[in-house]
């Protein structure tokens, strides 16, 4: 059984870093990608950016990208979403999400973030991220 879960949320001030940790646990391979989804209230989910854990290869929103990055640590069967210049729209419960179900292709990745998510079949139960002065 597949299971996630986050840390490493809190409050920050505009302009401020913070680190998200996803610990992965349940895959017997690292054929696998984690996409990161942040939930700002009253709105709706919104992919932000993905990785594919065996090769590293990452993919970013918009929304987002020059300012996340993701990276994994392979030994410790972490993700992590680090998030620098943020800024109150950022604020956010922020989700990992896991999916063994490839094929981790820049277009797959493109679709798995536009798409809510429904791509993937394992969820971490969110930690908040709140971006106030």
């Known amino acids: 059984q597949v299971q996630l879960v986050e840390s490493g949320g809190g409050q920050a001030q505009p302009g401020a870093s913070l680190r998200l940790s996803c610990a992965v646990s349940?895959?017997?391979?690292?054929?696998?990608?984690i996409g990161w989804f942040r939930r700002a209230p009253h709105s709706e989910r919104e992919g932000i950016g993905c990785i594919s854990v065996s090769d590293g290869r990452t993919y970013y929103m918009a929304s987002v990208k020059g300012r996340f990055t993701i990276s994994r640590d392979i030994a410790k069967k972490t993700v992590y979403l680090e998030m620098n210049n943020l800024k109150p729209e950022d604020t956010a419960v922020y989700y990992c999400a896991a999916t063994d179900a490839g094929p981790f292709s820049e277009t797959w990745f493109e679709v798995s973030l536009t798409t809510k998510g429904y791509e993937y079949d394992s969820w971490g139960q969110g930690t908040q991220v709140t971006v106030s002065s």
């Open positions: 349940g895959f017997t391979s690292n054929n696998y990608a």
